[in-house]
């Protein structure tokens, strides 16, 4: 299965949420005063998902495909695998 960005987006929640657990792959997270934001990638874009550990819930998702979007995780990689 592959979704484009905007058949992602425009999907449901639910179904999104669906898609993103089950097809997505972690990359990476951090911390936003006290929401958690996961990073996944999901065919050929980006999704994070905004947990709020208190209420144990998916606050919200967002995608985006642009690079640029990706700095506040560039610095927490370990790509240290990919170097010969």
């Known amino acids: 299965m592959e979704f484009p960005l905007y058949q992602f987006k425009a999907l449901s929640a639910s179904d999104q949420g669906t898609i993103l657990f ?6 990476g997270g951090r911390l936003d005063e006290q929401i958690i ?7 050929s874009f980006h999704v994070e998902a905004y947990y709020c550990p208190k209420t144990n819930e998916i606050l919200r998702l967002r995608s985006f ?5 990706l700095a ?9 695998h990919l170097l010969i």
Not at 22 to 27: C, I, K, N, P, R
Not at 37 to 42: A, D, R
Not at 65 to 69: A, E, K, L
């Open 37 to 43: 934001i996961v990073l996944y990638q999901l065919f």
């Open 22 to 27: 089950t097809e997505g792959v972690h990359l």
């Open 65 to 69: 495909s642009t690079i640029d979007q």
């Open 72 to 80: 506040p995780y560039l610095n927490k990689m370990d790509i240290s």
